[in-house]
């Protein structure tokens, strides 16, 4: 899963690149702070109210899980990327709001209900608002590739690994 969020960061700093752009801006942070992941729902049925503390924790814990290896498939294309939801005025004002206006009740499918509600009156499709999550190693196809070609032939695999070694994601 690793080298998949990284490749496609990857691939998109390097497009970025490509296009003489040399700034990214990254979501990371809005499932952690509006309870974005499945698993919050279950915290949050359990928990109430204290399912903020696995949230925190979360964000908390981003830079050892997300953030280095973002920052390093970014600038390994010369591209800064930054992060807005990681604003300490976005976090402690998303961390003041009650988990109940973040997960709308038990059968909540798409989460972080908050941000689409803005994205909602802001005018954005309803398509757009009402889609469902997916991962970027998913939406991007770049598991399918992985899962079907690469991790099944050892030499495209070691050659892989070599031309991302420098990056170390």
Do not use: W
Not at 11 to 29: D, I, K, Y
Not at 46 to 62: F, H, R, T, Y
Not at 95 to 123: F, H, S, T, W
């Amino acid at each position: 899963m690793k080298l998949g969020v990284g490749m496609t960061g990857y691939l998109a700093a390097e497009l970025a690149h490509e296009n003489g752009l040399r700034v990214m801006l990254s979501g990371q942070g809005a499932d952690e702070l509006f309870a974005g992941y499945h698993r919050y729902l279950d915290f949050y049925h359990k928990k109430g109210e204290n399912a903020q503390k696995d949230l925190m924790s979360d964000v908390e814990n981003l830079y050892h899980v997300n953030l280095e290896r973002d920052d390093k498939v970014t600038m390994a294309n010369s591209v800064e990327l930054r992060v807005p939801y990681l604003d300490l005025q976005i976090i402690n004002m998303a961390m003041n709001i009650p988990m109940k206006y973040k997960i709308n009740g038990q059968g909540d499918r798409l989460r972080k209900c908050i941000l689409r509600e803005v994205a909602r009156d802001r005018g954005v499709n309803p398509e757009i608002v009402k889609r469902p999550k997916k991962a970027a190693q998913y939406g991007s196809g770049i598991h399918k590739i992985l899962t079907r070609k690469v991790l099944k032939d050892p030499t495209y695999m070691e050659n892989l690994k070599n031309s991302f070694k420098f990056i170390d994601i």
